[in-house]
């Protein structure tokens, strides 16, 4: 195979990887939105993770579609990378958008479902999300005033996706700690997002391989960056619910999710026993009782006996 064949084969196999970690990617926001629909909550889901995930994917999506569509920032990029082109593709900007929208649809149905009431934003979060607003403001005005290029804005903004990937998955790891359960947090969100975290890795270094510009990964630093993350935090995510974690039944969820599930059968009969439904509708009422680490919890030092026909 020459020289011209095997680049013309690199470029479909890049093409063909690229969809499919758009693909898992993209899918990996539907199982938590679906698991949030099917609870009528978002308990165990972090608020700083939610609020994080929606500003990182707005920088984004800006940075992908200037990249992709604006011919002024691809200028500034070749002047900048020795005539160069970036190597943002379409599937780039479908992701980042298509992300945005997800994530801003979970979002909303914290407004909506069940929480703790506790369970809000924190007051770091809300400085940092204050903080990245008012620097990327400073950062548009000099490029509208012609002190600074566009190209200085998208790599900004770059730079608050790439740290905001790796802050927000840090309040749902401790939530998952400190509540030693990951009820409420989908696992195939993670397994989905591993998959497309080391797609995209194998893309970039592919089309570097291929146009032999392996500044091209330097110069696209948030999605090499933000596949490396991705991976790093999935494997802490599946260390916690498939080996620290076992315990997954669902102390918040509706009796009739367990049922379809298949889930907690001698659970539905505690519900049933008078003072475990009393019991059930304060922990449901009032947020601040901790909840119980799983059904088992329930039946510590309960007597059943005396519920029995003969009584």
């Known amino acids: 195979m020459d020289a011209s064949a095997q680049q013309g084969f690199g470029e479909i196999l890049s093409h063909f990887i690229g969809w ?20 009528k909550s978002v308990q165990g889901l972090s608020m700083d993770f939610i609020y994080l995930n929606v500003l990182g994917f707005l920088c984004y999506s800006i940075f992908n579609l200037s990249f992709y569509y604006s011919p002024e920032v691809q200028e500034e990029y070749r002047k900048r990378n020795d005539g160069q082109d970036n190597l943002v593709r379409a599937n780039d900007v479908f992701f980042a958008v298509h992300a945005l929208i997800l994530s801003s649809f ?6 909506i479902y069940k929480r703790d ?16 607003t008012f620097g990327a403001s400073i950062v548009f005005g000099a490029a509208y005033v012609g002190t600074s290029q566009w190209i200085d804005l998208l790599y900004y903004l770059s730079y608050i996706k790439l740290g905001i990937s ?11 700690y400190a509540s030693q359960s990951t009820v409420g947090w989908s696992i195939h969100n993670i397994l989905l997002d591993f998959t497309g975290g080391a797609l995209s890795i194998g893309q970039l270094v592919l089309d570097a391989y291929i146009s032999g510009d392996w500044s091209g990964i330097s110069g696209d630093p948030v999605k090499f960056g933000l596949g490396f993350l991705s991976i790093a935090f999935d494997l802490v995510f599946m260390t916690q619910h498939f080996i620290l974690y076992r315990n997954r039944e669902d102390f918040y969820a509706p009796l009739s999710m367990m049922e379809n599930n298949g889930e907690a059968r001698e659970s539905k009969k505690l519900l049933l026993l008078p003072s475990h439904k009393t019991y059930l509708s304060m922990q449901r009422e009032d947020a601040r009782v901790s909840r119980p680490a799983s059904m088992k919890d329930l ?13």
């Open 166 to 176: 790796f802050i927000k998955y840090c309040p749902q790891v401790y939530l998952n």
């Open 106 to 111: 979970t979002l909303f149905q914290t407004l």
């Open 20 to 39: 499919a970690y758009f693909i898992a990617w993209s899918a990996s926001f539907y199982p938590q939105a679906i698991l949030n629909w099917r609870r």
């Open 299 to 311: 039946e510590l030092g309960f007597d059943d006996s005396q519920y029995s026909t003969r009584h």
């Open 117 to 132: 009431e506790g369970q809000k934003v924190s007051s770091p979060t809300k400085l940092l999300i204050l903080i990245s």
